[in-house]
């Protein structure tokens, strides 16, 4: 049975002929599953899409009925239902959008690799599949509509890429018409205008190919209000200056552009920026310029104001990251973390983020190199933060701010100083000007100057002063000069004092949620968990948020979250510290992260043990998590408050939460290869188990931070745990998994012998409880480390019959493991056509589930193969794609690069 999705929905029987697919809803159901094939597709995602102007009450009952009447007319054993939804398993080679994929990812890699013909041909092949819009026939709900935007997307990058191919093959004369064509269909797509200019440049048509930027620009500006983008300006530059850029293929970097929005209302720092610009003239090195001075001053702002001035002399990008470096929740953010986040910007994917900081840094220099980047450190704690992240190549411009004087800076990297000191008379006069009005300003000039040495001239105490007189024009400013002289919080200038009067002027339900806020650890906080804190649904918010950011008491960096400034933090942490809601507050908090964690672990593996969790309390709204890819979206955002949640657990003796807490966010640092962190964690939660007495959290703990001193390489201290968990291992559950993990240390420590034991143990354990899952997990596992005894017709066996039974059961971490070790068996058996084959099907599951420690050594034993059997080029590619990836894990790469290296020498 072949499936066609790319175009009207089609299922063609054995003879190539159309097969009857029943009634509309159906046909909807039957193109959900495959648009997602392979993935489970929640049931309420499937509710919807059928019934999306509302479902009857029958919907699931229904659902099912056209599931079981699927499965019968189409013989679709793949299809099941399971805890996270239905799923329908296809063969790769019999759906039109897996064989769309597998081609364009050939083509890419052939035209990467210069081989013009063969990527060609893919991508060809890839195009010829689409016979109109994705599921042109079915009336699709407003949510899948997205998905299939992307498709469409993905169709149009492909087209690009081929007509790119065509050109660089030399048939750019027969390619004029259609790039026209293409480009007065869609005259927005700025590769297609790049491309035609290409195609005339090198007919010989040089003024056409100007003619068309000319068009093109005067088109973004008319409807979308923007300038080109850097690839159509240096393509202008090329055959402006008479260039051939040559046929090469490779995409543009990403041209990242995070600096915040600009302050409406800025004034003033004449001096200070006028000092950065004319540091903008040297160009011969790395410029790094310091900028210090003392809370509130307005260091951010000024820098965020000029940044957006010098942008357009920064066409490769600007960067921006707020280290947290004085945050009152303590949660100053790590090297190794702001080069994650610099590098997601710039385009290195994050699931191939390197774990260490020395490689972490190097491939951010690397991605730097040649550009020009303006790049913004804000809130820097000390040097030592901020010296992994300074670029390594001229062209690039840091700013850094602190509160400190970073002087170190200037010896080692020979950074400028500038100091923001108090605005002047005049600058504070002209910021409340901008912010309430000249004429306010200029009617009570002594209760102007009163309120400016009240705020002692700090641009944020002005700034929550000038609000609560914004919103209250009728309101003599002498009278809030007066309060503020009465304030019984302190002198004049102390912000504190500023603070306490604007918090005195709120609303009941504003001051309960600021006080609130101040319990929140993290950097930002996203609507959901604001209403758990509060105990109130997300719509009573709403007025409340409105009164703080209306007041400066709060931000909205992004819509739906939100973020106080440090002073306010600390501010709002005094005030909550003697509020009687503080313990119901905070342990609803914890209690939301605790549960929308655990929820987002069971969707990135439907097959993980998870710990039975107590109802939430009242108040407590988890928020739902869709599906794997939604978790993982969630723990990017909440990463930091997850981690310093467990902390705060912690320290506060909430240790039932702390070690759960800890528990679900080691699930989620394992999939980063975060292992640092995760035993930091670890440790956390094992201590908070500890003084629970409680043998099933700490065998659990002790498990869960065997993990993380594996992958460190510390197996004495791994075993050590290890043997404590197996020691009070509360249930036969447990101690198979302890039992796997003790094998896995074995297996890491070359004892294959011990490690069998104690995997065929976990397997017997697993057997009894009727797990099959578990069972076949050490199965596989049996198989590799027979492997490792030289057993290869019984590890060939046993993982042949695991993959079977993993593909039934749906387990699609493990069977990667499993094909390598078929592989691995194959290779040393002398077949070496299927370890091929069984290696490359290992590499690409890896790829499809983001493992990739494994694809890393299949793709290692790939090239190996290949080399062995007379097939140096494909050696070649393959041995490219695992550096690349060893790269990128913090792995030795000399092994590889002797292999290539010897390669070449042989070529030669």
Not at 1 to 13: K, N, Q
Not at 62 to 88: C, E, K, N
Not at 416 to 444: C, F, H, S
Not at 501 to 522: D, E, I, K, M, V
Request: net charge negative; hydrophobic share 45%; with cysteine.
């Amino acid at each position: 049975m072949r499936f066609r999705v790319l175009g009207p929905l089609e299922a063609l029987d054995g003879a190539g002929r159309p097969v009857r697919l029943g009634a509309p809803k159906q046909r909807v159901l039957l193109g959900m599953l495959l648009l997602h094939a392979d993935r489970p597709v929640p049931v309420d995602r499937l509710v919807d899409a059928l019934w999306p102007d509302g479902p009857p009450r029958s919907a699931r009952q229904v659902l099912r009925t056209y599931a079981s009447a699927l499965r019968a007319a189409l013989s679709l054993d793949g299809l099941s239902a399971q805890p996270a939804g239905y799923r329908l398993v296809v063969p790769p080679d019999e759906l039109d959008l897996t064989v769309f994929e597998r081609l364009a990812d050939e083509g890419e890699r052939a035209l990467a690799g210069g081989d013009l013909p063969l990527a060609a041909e893919r991508l060809h092949g890839a195009l010829a599949l689409w016979r109109g819009p994705v599921l042109a026939d079915l009336a699709l709900a407003t949510e899948v509509l997205p998905t299939v935007a992307g498709l469409d997307e993905r169709r149009l990058a492909v087209q690009e890429i081929w007509l790119e191919t065509r050109l660089a093959l030399g048939h750019h004369a027969a390619l004029v018409a259609e790039l026209r064509t293409r480009l007065a269909r869609d005259p927005l797509r700025e590769r297609l205008a790049g491309l035609l200019m290409l195609a005339l440049y090198r007919s010989g048509r040089r003024a056409e190919a100007l003619a068309v930027y000319t068009e093109t620009r005067q088109r973004l500006a008319e409807e979308l209000g923007i300038e080109p983008g850097t690839e159509l300006r240096q393509r202008h530059r090329d055959v402006l200056t008479d260039q051939d850029p040559g046929p090469g293929s490779a995409a543009p970097p990403a041209v990242p552009r995070q600096l915040p929005a600009v302050a409406r209302h800025f004034t003033g720092r004449t001096t200070e920026l006028a000092e950065l610009t004319e540091l903008l003239g040297h160009t011969d090195t790395v410029v790094i310029t310091a900028i210090d001075g003392m809370a509130g001053i307005g260091k951010t702002t000024t820098v965020v104001h000029w940044a957006h001035r010098v942008a357009d002399r920064f066409p490769d990008g600007q960067l921006y990251v707020n280290l947290r470096g004085f945050d009152a929740s303590g949660s100053v953010m790590a090297p190794e973390e702001a080069l994650r986040y610099l590098l997601d910007a710039l385009g290195v994917p994050t699931d191939l983020a390197p774990a260490g900081l020395d490689v972490l840094a190097a491939r951010y220099r690397s991605q730097l190199a040649g550009r020009r980047v303006l790049v913004v450190l804000d809130n820097a704690r000390d040097t030592a933060q901020v010296r992994p992240l300074l670029p390594g190549s001229p062209g690039c411009f840091v700013v850094v701010t602190s509160r400190r004087r970073l002087a170190d800076l200037v010896a080692g990297e020979g950074a400028r100083l500038l100091t923001l000191d108090l605005l002047t008379p005049d600058e504070a006069r002209k910021v409340l000007a901008n912010r309430i009005g000249a004429g306010r300003v200029a009617v009570e000039p002594d209760a102007v100057d009163e309120i400016i040495a009240r705020c002692g001239r700090l641009p944020l105490a002005l700034a929550v002063t000038a609000a609560r007189a914004a919103v209250r024009p009728a309101y003599p400013l002498s009278v809030l000069a007066g309060e503020l002289r009465d304030a019984p919080d302190g002198l004049a200038g102390d912000l504190r004092a500023v603070f306490s009067w604007s918090y005195r002027q709120l609303s009941a339900p504003a001051a309960r949620l600021f006080r609130l806020l101040g319990l929140h650890p993290g950097p930002q906080a996203g609507t959901p968990v604001v209403a758990s804190l509060a105990g109130l649904p997300p719509s009573a918010l709403r007025p409340a948020l409105a009164e703080l950011t209306s007041a400066h008491l709060l931000a909205e960096p992004v819509p739906g979250r939100y973020a106080l400034h440090d002073l306010l933090r600390a501010y709002a942490t005094e005030l909550a510290a003697t509020d009687p809601e503080r313990p119901a507050a905070r342990h609803r908090m914890l209690e939301h992260y605790l549960h929308t964690a655990c929820a987002g672990v069971a969707r990135v593996d439907p097959h993980a043990y998870p710990t039975p969790l107590p109802p939430p309390d009242a108040g407590v709204a988890p928020e739902e998590i869709r599906d794997g890819e939604h978790a993982l979206a969630w723990f990017t955002a909440e990463r930091p408050a997850l981690l310093a949640a467990v902390r705060l657990a912690a320290e506060a003796g909430l240790d039932e939460l702390a070690w759960r807490l800890g528990g679900a966010a080691s699930d989620l640092l394992s999939l980063e290869g975060a292992w640092a962190e995760l035993a930091a964690v670890g440790y956390l939660a094992l201590d908070a188990a500890a003084r629970l007495d409680d043998r099933e959290a700490q065998s659990r703990t002790h498990r869960k931070v065997t993990v993380a001193l594996i992958r460190l390489g510390r197996f004495d201290d791994a075993e050590k745990q290890l043997r404590c968990a197996l020691d009070i291992a509360p249930d036969p559950r447990e101690e198979a998994l302890v039992h796997h993990w003790m094998a896995v240390l074995l297996e890491a420590r070359g004892e294959y012998a011990r490690a069998l034991t104690h995997v065929q143990r976990s397997g017997e354990l697993f057997t009894r409880l009727g797990d099959r899952i578990g069972a076949v997990r050490a199965q596989a596992m049996a198989g590799w480390l027979h492997t490792n005894l030289g057993e290869y017709e019984v590890a060939l066996g046993q993982c042949q019959e695991a993959l079977a039974q993993m593909r039934a059961l749906g387990d699609e971490f493990v069977q990667a493991a499993a094909l390598d070790t078929i592989g691995h068996a194959y290779r040393h058996l002398g077949e070496y056509a299927l370890a091929v084959e069984y290696y490359t099907q290992a590499a690409e599951q890896c790829g499809a589930i983001g493992d990739r420690h494994t694809r890393a050594q299949s793709l290692v034993s790939l090239g190996e193969v290949l080399a062995e059997t007379g097939d140096p080029a494909g050696a070649r590619t393959t041995w490219q794609q695992a550096l690349e990836l060893h790269e990128v894990l913090g792995y030795d790469t000399a092994d590889i690069h002797t292999r290539l290296a010897g390669l070449t020498g042989t070529a030669g």
